[in-house]
């Protein structure tokens, strides 16, 4: 825990420059007749994120905190290999809708997290990846007429359209 | 009176339109579903339905999300009673007395005395919003820039000065959610700004609810998924309907406590920083010392469970009033509804009560209305919410995963929006374990804007002069309540070392 404060405060004072000199980029000071340039205000506030961290850091140095004192590991080994492997999964799911798109990536994640992850049962697993995709697309494209990304599948979806729209 | 009284009849009449009134029920029902599930509450739900609801009128869709607010106040008992894990961080204080009931055989009752003390508690607050509001906006109709920016500045304040957690950290919550809203064109002079290497999809802003649903949704499932790997066991509830009238029975003995959390409740939840969860732990707290007896609290006392429940159903109401007719969401769920409002195309602030009469009475009756079908449809189906409690989190993750993922692209159509969501999420998932609150950062990046518009305006009508904001009649004394509240942890600090030092 100790260690992962620091970490988090430096990368997060690391962050706040860069916010700092992105802001910049616009006119930080007063600017006649016009009031405060366009980038005074996510300037300054940049500058007191900056200052938070260099306070929270401060506070680490003279163990002031709770979590600035704790010894114990950020995460379980356990709990931090389920997260991770949620988290790829969650990652490859987005990744993967760009290119064969939404109907297939979600089914995909489904099958992987029920079947990997929950195991259940194939019947409740296969029952899950499809339906969810059914009813996302009866729910958001013809209720609600949101067209959701398809990728390489737009093809498949042509005589949907021609029944719904 | 007599205008209030029209002015509600009039939102009864569009409350209880067929479609509206449906959506009262479903949306009880999803948020008492939500509600029982451990660790998701209203703002959860509320984070990741809003995507859904582009499907009704503007009017409906806070209908329904108020219906699910009010049902995850009544749902996050269930959990509290039935496993001893709070449904909702809103119903912690209700596992204190709520889970030695259920121990002992007396779950059915536990959960009658918490449902009818969340609808005392829900009627109360109600009516009290219901006198309260109309006046506050009238107030509100007045101000001006200045008086705006102190508003806002107060809210942030109580974070500090009332929220209990890390300062530094809590601060950088704030800055960063002001920052993050302030991406995109700039409202002046409409030049780009923050696009991080010509990122395209920064253009747009970062729209509220990626941050929202990334954190409350996909932060939220991680953190779940890490802390509950354990087992649980559910408790058995016997009930029959003659049980349950027995239920009914005891109500008077607990009505003076529900009452008094009921208020309690009200006034706390108009707070954007302490809302429903310290609500209902200082409802307990003062319950238990006004009880004649103190030690039979937290083993089994009804009263224990009435007093934190009709608080946080209270304080839900009363977060509502300050982001009806102030525009200054009292909780994080309301800051969520209120970017809401934003997106249906509506202006919060005290206009609504003018322009928008029918949206703001709507909701207001529907509030009467959701709180009974709250209660009716949590008595009458609670084997089946102790059902939803076995069911296994396995199955609801994914699920619950591939909504945020539909419902981050949603909004704006951009696969950008959702990566970003994705960051969010994870990011804030690590920064929450390392108490980092999230709930400034959310009514920032919503409020954002606002404050930025107002601080601009009232710079340039005083000519760069910051201290008028100090000097109006209004926004002075609001802006003196705001430092004073920024400064007193600081000087709580120096006043603690000067006490250790002295001794």
């Not at chain 2, 709520?98 to 009658?112: E, N, Q, S, Y």
Request: hydrophobic share 55%; aromatic share 12%; with cysteine.
């Amino acid at each position: 825990m100790r260690k992962a404060d620091l970490i988090m405060a430096l990368a997060m004072g690391i962050f706040s420059i860069y916010l700092m000199w992105k802001s910049a980029e616009l006119e930080i000071g007063w600017i006649d007749e016009e009031g405060p340039g366009g980038g005074a205000f996510p300037f300054w506030l940049s500058a007191g994120m900056l200052l938070c961290c260099i306070w929270i850091i401060v506070r680490w140095v003279r163990r002031e905190t709770e979590v600035s004192r704790s010894l114990e590991p950020f995460m379980e080994a356990g709990a931090f290999r389920l997260v991770a492997v949620v988290v790829i999964a969650l990652t490859t799911m987005v990744g993967l809708t760009h290119w064969i798109g939404m109907y297939l990536s979600i089914p995909l994640f489904l099958l992987f997290y029920l079947r990997v992850l929950g195991r259940h049962s194939w019947l409740q697993t296969l029952s899950t990846a499809l339906l969810a995709p059914v009813v996302t697309f009866l729910f958001f494209e013809i209720a609600l007429r949101k067209t959701l990304p398809k990728g390489i599948t737009e093809e498949w979806f042509y005589p949907l359209y021609d029944i719904f729209m | 009176m007599g205008d209030i009284l029209g002015l509600l009849l009039g939102g009864f009449a569009i409350a209880l339109e067929p479609t509206n009134l449906m959506l009262i029920v479903v949306g009880c029902a999803v948020g008492l579903f939500i509600g029982a599930m451990p660790g998701l509450g209203s703002v959860n739900g509320v984070a990741i339905l809003l995507p859904v609801t582009f499907l009704v009128p503007p009017t409906g869709a806070i209908i329904f999300l108020g219906a699910i607010y009010y049902g995850a106040m009544y749902g996050g008992a269930i959990s509290s009673i039935m496993l001893g894990i709070p449904g909702a961080s809103t119903a912690v204080a209700t596992t204190f007395d709520g889970r030695p009931m259920a121990l002992r055989g007396d779950a059915d009752k536990a959960l009658v005395t918490a449902a009818t003390a969340s609808f005392v508690g829900g009627t109360i607050s109600v009516v009290l919003f219901t006198l309260f509001a109309p006046p506050l906006a009238d107030v509100a109709l007045a101000f001006g820039t200045a008086e705006e920016f102190a508003l806002m500045c107060l809210a942030f304040a109580t974070f500090i000065g009332l929220g209990g957690d890390d300062i530094p950290k809590t601060f950088f919550s704030i800055f960063i959610g002001l920052v993050m809203s302030a991406v995109g064109l700039d409202i002046v002079s409409g030049q780009p700004r923050l696009i991080f290497g010509d990122i395209t999809g920064f253009l747009h802003g970062i729209n509220f609810l990626v941050l929202a649903i990334g954190i409350y949704g996909i932060g939220e499932m991680l953190w779940t998924i890490e802390t509950s790997q354990k087992g649980v066991t559910v408790s058995q509830a016997n009930v029959t309907l003659k049980r349950i009238v027995e239920g009914f029975k005891t109500m008077g003995a607990t009505l003076k406590t529900t009452v008094m959390g009921s208020f309690l409740g009200y006034f706390v939840g108009i707070l954007p920083a302490a809302g429903a969860t310290p609500g209902s732990l200082m409802a307990y707290g003062v319950a238990r010392s006004l009880a004649k007896d103190p030690a039979s609290f937290g083993k089994g006392n009804p009263e224990g469970v009435a007093a934190p429940e009709a608080a946080n159903n209270a304080a839900s109401t009363g977060s509502m009033l300050p982001m009806l007719t102030l525009g200054i969401p009292g909780s994080p769920t309301t800051a969520i509804l209120l970017g809401g409002m934003v997106i249906w195309g509506l202006e919060p602030g005290p206009m609504l009560f003018i322009d928008h009469q029918g949206f703001v009475w709507g909701l207001i009756a529907s509030l009467y209305a959701a709180n009974l079908f709250a209660l009716i449809i949590n008595i009458a189906f609670i084997p089946a919410f102790v059902w939803v409690l076995k069911l296994p989190f396995t199955l609801l993750a994914p699920l619950i995963f591939v909504l945020c993922l539909v419902g981050g692209f949603v909004p704006t159509l951009d696969m950008h929006d959702v990566w970003l969501m994705l960051i969010f999420g994870v990011v804030g998932y690590l920064m929450r374990k390392l108490d980092y609150p999230m709930a400034p950062a959310v009514l920032a990046i919503v409020l954002g804007p606002l404050a930025e518009t107002s601080l601009r305006q009232t710079l340039i009508q005083s000519s760069g002069d910051i201290f008028v904001l100090f000097q109006r009649p209004i926004s002075g004394p609001l802006m003196f309540i705001a430092v004073a509240l920024f400064v007193w942890p600081l000087v709580k600090i120096l006043w603690d070392r000067r006490k250790q030092t002295a001794k």
